[in-house]
């Protein structure tokens, strides 16, 4: 009996431990169900952001597309034009050679009219000599003739022999006056023929220059853009003006590297306009150093003109580094004979110290 109760009171021992155990994992269950619960709903939240965020990107890869397509439409029509007016110069340079052997035979052809025309004159002047002297002694015989009141056989022969011969010598110089008047008139129309050529062929370089003058203003606009609203930098006329403390420290010719970030700007311009200038078109880009008038005389320069010459020739260095062919790049040094504005205050020779670029033919 005692062992029964010790044995009950035992189980009774060991049953609000194993109801405490039970509620606790049931607590951890429900812990793990919130945190779920809240998983699930954050997570839902999230995807629901990557979603739009995915909308969006779709969007923006369509706007893309369609401005890549628009590109696209835009590089294939200036191949295009490219491939035309590479064509058209082409032509107006075939056109030039043609003209230029045409001028050339045409000189030829007067150059021989001329000499055909100097020895026909001499004949006629020749013939008209002899004509006259053969006049002259046909009036003598017949005086004598008449004179005599005898003429005799051979005498008339004679005379009918030199008329004859006068005859045939007026044929002659009829002859010769018509070949002249042909000569003097076909030299008259191998020079108009050479003035049209002239003409055509002014034309012809004058349409090149004009060519060049396109490229010239589109490289200008769009090196205008790349280098930013700088109020160092400006257009005058066919030029590009860089003002010197734009790329140098005060009497030096080092580059700095503000100067070498608008070189490099600039020289991505030109790189990106020389591949639409035909081959054939013979362009450089021509780099002026232009200083000050106030003189300068240190260890390295001695002068201004070897300031601005070792300017120009620090921007077309780094132009060649960065990628321009050197035979498309020309420097010169101008000193201080070359201003743009006569004042001595700073604002005037702060205006005169400067870089200028002009694309132009060679």
Known sequence: MAGLLARNRNRADIWPGFVDALASILMVII???LVFVLAQFFLGEALSGRETALKKLDRDMAEISELLALEQKT???LRGDVGRLSGELQASILDRD???ENLEKNRLQI????????KLSALKNQLERDIGKLAANLEEKETALLAEQDISQSARAELALLNQRLGAMKDQITTLNSALDASEQKAKEQNVQIVSLGKRLNAALAGKVQELQQYRSDFFGRLKIALGDHPGIRVVGDRFVLQSEVLFSSGKADIGSPGIEQISRLAKTLLDVSQRIPEDVDW?????GHTDRVPILNEKFRSNWELSSARSISVVKQLIAEGIPANRLVAAGFGEF???DNGNDEASLRRNRRIELKLTGR
């Open 111 to 118: 150059s021989g009219l001329t000499g055909d025309i100097e």
């Open 31 to 33: 812990f793990l169900l």
């Open 284 to 288: 450089v880009l021509r780099v002026d």
């Open 75 to 77: 590089s294939k029509s």
């Open 98 to 100: 043609r003209l230029n």
């Open 338 to 340: 070359q201003p743009i």
